[in-house]
């Protein structure tokens, strides 16, 4: 099997008070368009991965949290055809604003059981069985 390069990715489970989840929704154009995923994106070589989440967050969603309010909840790791995603998942009570899709990105407060039947990228979906637990 040919060596992949790595991708590192922080994503969030932003819990609300009444337990749901925020999903976004990948833009048309992108890899996997259409599905519905936990908001994040790639760590930068010169960032931790809770820093590239609150960066992430504030720049898609327009939310802003603190290092302090994630907690780091699993990962997953999943080979693609052109590359290996390591996708490490944190949960997230606390944070301000209200989230909106600044990239124009659909998004959609879910709860654990009916994120089963959506449409989810490969490496999200081994999370929710975490979520579940965690919820």
Known sequence: MPELPT????????IDRDGRVLLCQ????KHLAGTWEFPGGKVEATETPEAALIRELSEELGVNTQESCLAPTGFASHRYDSFHLILLLFACRKWTGTP???EGQALQWARVPQMFSLDMPPADRPLLGIL???I
């Open 100 to 102: 909106r899709g600044l």
């Open 132 to 134: 579940d637990a965690l």
């Open 26 to 29: 990948r833009p048309p154009g």
């Open 7 to 14: 991708v590192l990715v922080s994503a969030a489970a932003l």
